[in-house]
């Protein structure tokens, strides 16, 4: 049988982005190739400030790059996609606090569905996450985590094909942060959701990862893309002890660590 080749779930060819502010313009990506197939979870990690929200942002549709080309599902990227959402690290203000949890997550079906079905798909997002029980009450009555959680369920009652992360766990505490991580990983598993990640921790990009994508430079290139080749039952305490998860994290480490030296003595200089 003739079958033809799967569409990778996000395409990205020699992006890249320049921002210009008050006449000074700055080069932040520099040729960025990446695929990402379907249902795989890839990891960006880099240097604070290397443009990895930037990458993320310009597959969302939310910056315009200034070179290059984005696809996702096989279609150009020109505003924010089809069958796509975005989890941001702020939930405190990813969510609105006049509205309670059910309708926060109802909120972008509100065009397209009728309130029996975003209902049903709410209470089915929320039981996904493991909220259940609270969609009566507001965003504010329920802890940093829990919003989060609320954020996320908002994004796959969408049922998104693509759902993009930038720092999604940084403003919660580390016990949260591993919960949180462990709904992802069952979460990719069991949906077959494409995911891009976008955080400052190796430890994390290497236990929710297919794939991690190295950004350094400046302008930022692909430094190292890595294969995480670690069994897909990860769990926090064996996997994190795996000696091929070690091996990796310190891989990333020591890119991560030449390219701050290198800033160093540019700085130096
Ligand atoms: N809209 C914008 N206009 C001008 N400059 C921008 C804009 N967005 C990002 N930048 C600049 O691009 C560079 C990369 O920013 P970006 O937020 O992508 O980095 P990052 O790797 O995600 O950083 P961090 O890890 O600290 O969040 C920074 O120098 C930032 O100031």
Known sequence: MNQSPPVSAVRIAGLQQTFVVDGVSRHVLDGIDLEIRTGETVCVVGHSGTGKSTLLRCVAGLHRPSGGEVAVAGR???????????VFQDYGRSLMPWLRIRENVTLPLRRTLSRQDRNARATEALAAVG????????PWQVSGGMQQRVAIARALAYRPQVLL???PFASVDAQTRSDLEDLVVRIAAESGLTLMVVTHDIDEAVYLGNRVVVLAGKPARIAADL??????GRDQLTTKADPEFLRLRGEVMSLIRRETASIAERVSA
């Not at 150009?76 to 975005?86: F, I, K, M, Y």
């Open 76 to 86: 150009a990227v020109a505003g924010p996609p089809e069958g796509l959402a975005v």
């Open 131 to 138: 909220l259940e029980g609270v969609e009566r009450l507001y």
């Open 165 to 167: 992360m930038d720092e």
């Open 227 to 232: 294969e995480v080749d670690l069994p897909s």
